[in-house]
């Protein structure tokens, strides 16, 4: 048997990039022993989402040296998830997905601990996300990534120049599949566009006319939703369709097939039934080991510094052939999630009470049942009901006082907008500016709303 001492280092790619110096490493990289045992020690790196991507990345995040990692996602395995979320088995089918893949990774990768957190990402509070150094996603939601963005921004903090302190600065690295295409990207809040200024990259859902559905159908498609739509409604009347119930599901495929045969239209399958329904891209194994690889190399470049990173939106397209393309967006200066905060002009007296209620028809917010915090500290809170009632009291309390009299500072307020008739959780930074109080900035001159 070879000496064990001969064999190669498991490390012994990621001490090529940690041990010796470069000339794309970063402004402060000192390579060494040191890095990376300082890497294994203190980087602590939250992965939001255990599906097909974040099972990669809680996988390859491990391999690459962090072995303080926690991963978050509220769902169940299913049967379906077991083609391309390798690290669930049949005898895992509706345990949570968070607590399998952590368990999964630790008994593979020696030396790594991962905390599961089986919860909605709305359930953890602000000191929660602020414990980690870096945020990697792997989400398939556009509303989850936009509130886990939001929270990144809402610890960053600018300086009298507008420019964002250092050390507020929460990096975050997502990734996104949808079948044979897929992205990464890097966002620095206060230095490269976040995910609400590129929120242009996503395009609405596909709607079909009603008319299109009940009279002319051209797809497959349009037979499926017209059973969905419209048969369901005329058949089972009074009944809800449940998405997630196999038998409505069936129910649905079936009279998409006699829909199909009467106007001659092919292709209407099961698989394509459940994807139109539920608006669900196919995933693709190889898609996500791509992408999710992108991701945890830039999370290692930013924890390590070993080289630049990516600037800043990579796309990744496996249709035909192989193509990657990296494309440098710009920040939006007027972004109101990590921006430096929407500026809000009040009278001392303005209890707390009113302040919640000028937020729903604020025309840059529209925030219905807002709670609010100021520097960590709950000042009311829509919910949990307990919380609800140890704040209630503070309702018809000034809000520069419960603010501690400050001329101006940030609050926080997490509540409720309507996107395309569509109600979402957003969380918003607020810079509170008290009226007549010494100490306030000239409104005029700071573009006050």
Known sequence: ????????????????????????????????????????????????????????????????????????????????????????????????????????????????????????????DLDFYNDFNIIALGLDSIEARSYINAVACSFLEYDSDDNPREETIKPMVDGGTEGFKGHARVIIPGVTPCFECTIWLFPPQEKFPLCTLAETPRTAAHCIEYAHLIKWDEVRSGKTFDPDDPEHMKWVYEEAVKRAELFGIPGVTYSLTQGVVKNIIPAIASTNAIISAACALETLKIASGCSKTLSNYLTYNGVEGLHTKVTEFVKDKDCL??????????????????????????????????????????????????????TRSNLSL????????????????????????????????????????????????????
Do not use: W
């Open 1 to 124: 048997m070879a000496d064990t001492e001969s064999q190669p280092s498991r490390s012994r790619d990621l001490d090529k990039l940690l041990l010796r110096p470069g000339n794309l490493v970063g402004p402060n990289f000192e390579p060494g022993p040191q890095l990376r045992a300082d890497l294994q020690e203190y980087a602590r790196v939250l992965v939001v989402g255990a599906g097909g991507l974040g099972c990669e990345l809680l996988k390859d995040l491990a391999l690459s040296g962090f072995k303080n990692l926690e991963v978050i996602d509220m769902d169940r395995i299913e049967v379906s998830n077991l083609n391309r979320q390798f690290l669930f088995r049949l005898q895992d089918v509706g345990k949570p997905k968070a607590d399998v893949a952590a368990k999964r990774v630790m008994e593979r990768v020696s030396g790594v601990n991962i905390i599961p957190h089986f919860s909605r990402i709305e359930d953890k």
């Open 337 to 390: 999630v990590c921006g430096p905060g929407v500026l809000i002009e009040l009278d001392p007296s303005t209890t707390l009470q009113k302040f919640i209620n000028l937020l729903e028809d604020h025309p840059k917010l529209l925030l219905s049942k807002a709670s609010v915090t100021h520097r960590g500290n709950n000042l009311y809170m829509q919910a949990p009901p307990v919380l609800e009632e140890m």
């Open 398 to 449: 000034p809000l520069f006082g419960l603010m501690g009299k400050i001329p101006m500072d940030i609050v926080h307020v997490t509540g409720t907008t309507r996107k395309n008739d569509k109600k979402t959780s957003s969380l918003r930074k607020l810079r509170v500016v008290f009226k007549g109080v010494d100490g306030v900035i000239d409104m005029d001159t700071a573009g006050g709303a």
